[in-house]
């Protein structure tokens, strides 16, 4: 199997205008429209940050009906004053199968997805929650020919750094390993902590910013 690559991270938000917020709060900038996910019923931002990596803000679709399943990334959770929050990350791999089954711990099920003139497969357990509470990533397998960052607007954004925390540091870490995940250029690194957080690193025009929010980490 080859490697998996860091695909995006994904704020969860009660609205686009929430997410995309803090967005502008933590890194100066604000996201792009993105589109419309008719399976899930909701609808996104976009930032790039490489010539494949992107920043996602996601909500609920208040003008799409409700999908006869769960949401993904816990959207269905959500409440009109709910806080947005870096919640996840994606993974890329070249055969999302091999991936799933290399994963010693469920990441969930292939499930085909589109937005506009784009497709692909990505990982949603059956019941829309996070894996490791979305400091595992869900896995995504692309049916394009370019990546969809590529025709983002560069802002000059670029992902330094993401910090994966969670109590189960070393289970964490051996799902990592099972997916061989690797991002040059970026540094990814998993530390134990009180409960699950991702903090993200992000280089700016502005300089060097962060976004995401994680519990103290936990000394022995």
Avoid: Y
């Avoid at 399976?39 to 609920?60: D, P």
């Amino acid at each position: 199997m080859q490697s998996c690559r860091i695909d995006h991270i994904t704020i969860t938000a009660p609205t686009l205008e929430a997410g995309g917020g803090l967005v502008f709060e933590c890194l100066g900038l604000r996201p792009q429209p993105g589109g419309e996910h008719p399976r899930m019923g909701t609808h996104n931002q976009l930032l790039r940050l490489g010539e494949s990596i992107f920043l996602e803000v996601i909500a609920v679709n208040p003008d799409a009906p409700r999908p006869m399943r769960p949401r993904w990334f816990e959207l269905d959770a959500l409440s009109a004053t709910s806080r947005p929050r870096l919640a996840c990350w994606v993974a890329r791999t070249g055969d999302i199968h091999a991936a799933l089954n290399a994963s010693p711990a469920p990441l969930g099920v292939a499930e085909t997805m589109s937005r506009g003139a784009l497709e692909w497969l990505i990982s949603i357990p059956p019941e829309g929650h996070l894996p490791f509470g979305g400091a595992a990533p869900a896995l995504i397998q692309w049916h394009t020919h370019a990546h969809p960052a590529l025709g983002l607007e560069d802002k000059g954004c670029r992902l330094a750094a993401l910090e994966l925390l969670h109590p189960q540091a070393p289970a964490l870490r051996a799902v990592l390993d099972g997916l061989q995940v690797a991002e040059p250029g970026v540094e990814l690194s998993v530390h134990e902590a009180a409960s699950p957080g991702l903090v993200a690193h992000i280089d700016t025009p502005g300089g060097l910013r962060r976004i995401g929010e994680a519990a103290p980490r936990l000394r022995r």
